[in-house]
Antibody
Framework: QVQLQESGPGLVEPSQTLSLTCTVS??????????WSWIRQPAGKGLEWIGR???????NYNPSLKSRVTISVDTSKNQFSLKVSSVTAADTAMYYC????????????WGQGTLVTVSS | QSALTQPASVSGSPGQSITISCTGT?????????VSWYQQHPGKAPKLMIY???NRPSGVSNRFSGSKSGNTASLTISGLQTEDEADYYC??????????FGTGTKVTVL
């Protein structure tokens, strides 16, 4: 069973770029047909899908975040990453990485999440 | 894309059945069978409970069931138990090759 673990700075200054990494264990990020996704949740609020990257490297993003988001894969490190540029306080949230088998349409499993606060 | 609409809260007594609705459009819930449901306890990551409208992953209690009619999907919890108290979110694939989550429902066991 694949396991995911998010990592990255817990504090980011406004207008800077938020960068997070999700490390995949228990399987190869480049094997099989998988989508690797990022999802976030502001404190006390609902889930928001940020985007995903396919094993081949193709991406899809939430239209509301598309201009500021980049998701990439590093197969040598068995990791995928998220970058959100020009952050504001509204980007403060718990960030989760999750995987999806192509053709299944559900997120499973999820990482435990990492809290990112945008503040000076 | 707009979040799918769920009731803010649903409650029931132990042993009762409750149903949570998830309303979208023909571009998401109504157009695809890629509707899934997640349970989230406080401070924890979401857990998959139902996928592809009505399928239960291995290990999920058969007290949880899902269905869909038109643009509305539903999650039913039968034989409500105290450990079912949590937040529940639906999710759907969309015609834009993206995903959208529901607004979330807090389930309270009275």
């Amino acid at each position: 069973q694949v396991q995911l673990q998010e990592s990255g700075p817990g504090l980011v200054e406004p207008s800077q770029t938020l960068s997070l990494t999700c490390t995949v264990s228990g399987g190869s990020i480049s094997s099989g047909s998988y989508y690797w996704s990022w999802i976030r949740q502001p404190a006390g609020k609902g889930l928001e899908w940020i985007g995903r990257i396919y094993t081949s490297g193709s991406t899809n993003y939430n239209p509301s975040l598309k201009s500021r988001v980049t998701i990439s894969v590093d197969t040598s490190k068995n990791q995928f990453s998220l970058k959100v540029s020009s952050v504001t306080a509204a980007d403060t949230a718990m960030y989760y990485c999750a995987t999806m088998v192509a053709g299944k349409g559900n997120f499973d499993p999820w990482g435990q999440g990492t809290l990112v606060t945008v503040s000076s | 894309q707009s979040a799918l609409t769920q009731p803010a809260s649903v409650s029931g007594s132990p042993g009762q059945s409750i149903t949570i609705s998830c309303t979208g459009t023909s571009s998401d819930v109504g157009g695809y069978n890629y509707v899934s449901w997640y349970q989230q306890h406080p401070g924890k990551a979401p857990k998959l409970m139902i996928y592809e409208v009505s399928n239960r992953p291995s290990g999920v209690s058969n007290r949880f069931s899902g269905s869909k009619s038109g643009n509305t999907a539903s999650l039913t919890i039968s034989g409500l138990q105290t450990e079912d108290e949590a937040d529940y979110y639906c999710s759907s694939y969309t015609s834009s090759s993206t995903y959208v989550f529901g607004t979330g429902t807090k389930v309270t066991v009275l």
